[in-house]
Each structure stands twice: as C-alpha cells, then as structure tokens.
C-alpha cells in the first residue's frame, strides 16, 4: 500500500526512545544544504558522519564544522557515491567504526550537461542520483534496522515532477539532455523512498522525501556554457538560502514531530503529495528491480 494521505505513521515498540544524540550519516556534506545540515545537526548534539568525495574538501568542511558547533563528533568518511565499489567501502568501514545508525541522509546528487558514464557503466546522473541513494540504504539497511527506531532522509526535488522513466533507455543512451535526465533522477528518489517504505513496514525504519526548495548553491558547478550561465544568473535572482533549504532535512532528521512517520513527500516541513507518477506501485517495483539487477 502506497502513500495516499499527507501523514502516514508507522508504530514502533520504541517510541519513547530518547531523540537526542543520534548518528547522522550525511552524504554530500561539504557543501550547500548537506554541509549547513551538518552544522545545525551538530549544534544540537547530535553525532555527523560526513561523506564527501573529495578529501580536501571534506576536511576544510568538517573543520569548520566542528569550529562553528563547538563539537568534536563531527566525523568524515570519503567515498564517490557513483561508483559502486566506493559505496561498498564506505558502507563497510561505517560498520567496522559505528555498531548503529540512527538516521541516514541521502543527500549527494548533481547535474551534468554532457551524458558521462562511470566506472560501471551507468550514467552518471542515474548512477550518483539514484542508485548512490539505492546502494548505499541497502548495504546499511541491516545497521538501520538493529538502531530502529531509526530514519531514512532522500533529499528529491520539485522537479521530480517534470520527469519520467523510460525502461528502454533508463541510461539515456539515444537520448541526453541534462534537465529531463536529473528530472528523472529525482522521480526516481521518490518512487525509491515510498517502495522502501513498504517494504520496511514493522521494522521500526522510516523512510522520507523532500523538496529542499530552489536552493543557492554550487549545484550549477557541474554544468557549462550556456546553461551555467542562466542557472547562475536564477540561483542569484530566486533561489533561496542554504540554510533555508537545510531546514526540512533538519527537521525530518531530528525532530520527535516526525517519530514513526513514514512514506511522505516534505516541502517546507509539510508532508505534500508528489507527482502523480510517484505512486505508481508497479513502476516503482520495476525500478526496485532494475536496480537491484544493476548492483555489481
């Protein structure tokens, strides 16, 4: 059964658990929404996990982090979320160094104006999107069900709704352009997040997506030319801050109001419908499929 009304509560046997000092694992935590969510996490006493991809990076962002926050748990693990064999890695040192963890935010992703292909073969927006979020939940899922009650957080977009799956050309290989690929990738989070959410149903697990807003970041970073130029040019007119944008992470990661409430679609700290499309049970079984078929 597929989410259809704004709130959907999951019951636990821990409710009363503690809410405080979690771990929080945040991939993409170097930067914009991922790096404030971090901060903010951290202030409030809670234990980060950063991923980032790059390790210079990483550490100038866990630095500042633990500077900003007054906190020393503020941890870094390094990983290339599109690559399959990195999120092996990662997710097996996160066990060798953590026995728990509490909630688990997917949060890398990008756009990319020229079709790339990764070590595995994918394309890369499919590959860092998608199945980093699919790879990365399954391979900790027995970590996240031991911790329960316990959270998965997959930062989407509005802009989900403009897009489609194409089982023929999942990888875009007759046809690429940069804004209905991500598009895709992001209905993809969506129909990730509610088929995980049925398929965790009694475990004591939520699963959550959001629309972080249209956020003022380096997102355009990876794009050229033309379409860099009108992204840059938006981002500075109408986009809203990091820090705005971070809120509703923030608030799904760590707030008791969100305890057990599972297979929503959050803008602004509101459970929302999503796009029609997203409720497609048997598009997102196929995809769950798919995907699992993709996994080296």
């Not at 097996?92 to 728990?100: G, L, P, S, T």
Request: charged share 20%; aromatic share 8%; hydrophobic share 40%.
């Amino acid at each position: 059964m597929y989410p259809t009304s704004p709130l959907r509560h999951l019951a636990t046997s821990h409710q009363e658990q503690n809410l405080d000092n979690k771990l929080i694992m945040i991939t993409g935590a170097n930067a914009g929404i991922g790096k404030v969510a971090a901060l903010e996490l951290a202030k409030q006493g809670h234990h980060i996990v950063m991923v980032c991809r790059s390790q210079e990076r990483g550490r100038a962002a866990q630095a500042e982090i633990k500077a900003a926050s007054g906190s020393e748990q503020v941890d870094l693990l390094i990983a290339d979320l599109s690559v399959q064999a990195d999120i092996h890695q990662l997710a097996a040192e996160f066990k060798q160094r953590y026995d728990r963890l509490d909630v688990l935010v997917n949060n890398a992703g990008a756009i990319f104006d020229k079709r790339q292909k990764t070590a595995d073969g994918l394309e890369l927006t499919f590959a860092l999107n998608h199945m980093g979020y699919f790879l990365l939940t399954d391979l900790l899922l027995d970590t996240l069900k031991a911790s329960a009650p316990a959270r998965i957080i997959n930062v989407s977009s509005d802009a989900h709704r403009r897009g489609s799956l194409n089982f023929d050309d999942l990888q875009h290989e007759k046809s690429y352009s940069a804004f209905p690929v991500y598009s895709a990738s992001k209905l993809a989070n969506v129909l990730f997040t509610y088929e995980l959410t049925r398929r965790l149903e009694g475990s004591g697990v939520t699963a959550n997506a959001l629309h972080p807003g249209f956020v003022n970041t380096n997102f355009g970073s990876t794009m050229s030319g033309i379409p860099a130029f009108f992204i840059g040019i938006i981002s500075r007119l109408f986009a809203t801050s990091p820090e705005k944008g971070a809120e509703t992470i923030i608030y799904l990661a760590a707030s008791p109001e969100v305890e057990g409430v599972t297979g929503n679609y959050f803008v602004e700290k509101k459970a929302t419908r999503s796009a029609p499309e997203s409720y497609d049970e048997a598009v997102a079984k196929r995809l769950w499929e798919v995907s699992e078929q993709l996994v080296r």
